[in-house]
């Protein structure tokens, strides 16, 4: 039989910051409907006012009032100490 090793492992603590020089993105899906999802995307914007107008303008064109909105931010992992 094979040698068994044991490994003893401690907490490590991360820490997550958003990398400010990193652009965010927006994105909605448009989920009005009863029967399916109207899906109509916006695509990846980079300003909640471009998100905003995106979705008056979908809004205006077929009267669908509820979206699913997704923010996309970049974070960079600060290593801490070992417990």
Known sequence: MGKTSRYPFREYHVTTVIDL???R????VCVTGEERD???AS???HTP?????????HCAQTGHQSYEQT???IV?????AWQ
């Open 21 to 23: 020089l990193a652009l």
């Open 25 to 28: 993105t927006f994105e909605a």
């Open 38 to 40: 109207c899906a109509a």
């Open 43 to 45: 695509g990846e914007l």
């Open 49 to 57: 006012e471009e998100l905003t107008r995106w979705i008056a303008g």
């Open 71 to 73: 923010t996309r931010t």
């Open 76 to 80: 960079r992992a600060e290593p801490g």
